[in-house]
């Protein structure tokens, strides 16, 4: 991802690649949110040109299952509320609709598609968001929008092979001039500033370079081992630091494709669903204080059932946290290697894209200016502790406390800030002016959804609706049903248009 948006950025830099032919990627960043598509516009590529290359699928939603302790599910979608009358219509439901229909059926249209498992585009490849259609076909396509300046809500993200992705990213860089290595690197010699002067490898000898990005994952291999960036660890705030991978094949013909990720509350942890074109990727991140590697794979199992017979499971430790500064000196850490919370809410890859972002804004000239450095470090590391925040929060209000991990999570320690923002949402909904206001890719939106869902409700309904008429909230519910209906009679399922989509490309192929 960075080399191919590099050399798309800054097409005369020269962007060399090195890269182990014996460490292999993690493999399982497969589910993503819907400002990825903004990385993708930026390289130029139409859906159908790497869709069906990386047995890609669309992403609705999260379903969370078993976060209550009724076991109701819900769904975090990739919709915005209407507003009615200047208030969202999560604020009108907890007025009106409170005790009648589940808050995210009434509010939005994405739960009923995803439970019937509906495309989000029609056959003629048009958005079932008519808002949006537009940046999806038409002349306000984006094609150099920030992540921290996009105002639209696009209505679903990707799920995707992270393995076949690479290599097709990898063609795409290739081909535009970045220059591949496979190699290892057995040192960094650093200069007397303490910068990375150049690295030697196994089989090229000694490569220089202007700017280093460390995308070496959890190793750290510049960031941390050579420049001795220290690593500020969330371990007291996401106690989850293992998980177990699986990947599942399906049948997608006879079981179809459903268009959400799901998050499974387990006994220690949560279980990943996120389904492909032919196959289920699935993992269970959990936390080691309360269960073994052993007794993680055996409840895993028994969770998938017979699927898992005879599948190898992939151990992953976690290191949830980030480097105090994700650029030293002429060297950059991007993705694991510069900050991860945990899987929850797929923001793995979204944090190599903002990091990518930033980067280009703040790229050097023929110096590194310190202050651009500082301001760089400021907005990657706002972005990555909103977002450990945010996890924070799905896990506090959870009302579930059945076991040594769920009694543990409504321990942990909170910031005064978000202690502060918890005791507001006892008595209004999360908005614009409450939620944390450093950039991290959720909007209150996303807040309001969590915490209503995790049965975190406010005490009451917004006073100042009972002093006005609520015919047009009404008004509004039912609209909102007439519009999920008629999207359910007309609406392809994701089987349906990416079978189209894929049997399209062979055939021009």
Known sequence: MTAAYLKKAAPSVNVTLIESANIRTVGVGEATFSTIKLFFDFLGLEEQDWMPSCNATYKLAIKFRNWRPDGAHFYHPFQRYEMVDGYNMGEWWLKLKQHEVPFDQACFSIPAMCENKLSPRFLDGRVFDEKVQDYFAGSRRTKNSFLAEHKVQYPYAYQFDASLLAEYL???????????????????????????????????????????????????????????????????????????????????????????????????????NIPLYGRIGTGYVYCSQFLSEEEAEREFRSYLGPDSFGLRANHIKIRTGRCRNSWVKNCVAIGLSSGFVEPLESTGIFFIQHGIEELISHLPGSTIDEEMVRSYNRVVADAIDGVRDFLTVHYYASQRMDTEFWRAVKQV????????????????????????PNYHGFESYSYSVMLMGLGYLPERSLPALDHMDDTNALLAFRAMREKTDRLMATLPTQYEYLTQVRSEMFVAA
């Not at 909170?414 to 944390?436: G, T, V």
């Open 413 to 436: 320690p909170l910031s005064d800030d978000l202690r502060e923002r918890l005791d507001i949402w006892k008595h209004r909904l999360p908005n614009a002016k409450n939620i944390n």
């Open 170 to 272: 990898k063609g795409y860089a290739t081909r535009r001039g970045v220059r591949q290595i496979v190699d290892e690197v057995d040192e960094v010699k650093l200069a007397e500033d303490g910068s990375i002067d150049h690295l030697v490898t196994h089989g090229h000898g000694t490569l220089r370079g202007d700017l280093f990005v460390d995308c070496t994952g959890f190793r750290g291999l510049l960031i941390n081992q050579a420049l001795n960036e220290p690593f500020v660890s969330f371990r007291d705030s996401l106690l989850c630091d293992r998980a177990i991978a699986l990947q599942i094949p399906k049948d997608v013909e006879t079981h179809g494709i459903e268009p959400y990720t799901t998050a499974t509350a387990m006994s220690a942890g949560w279980a990943w």
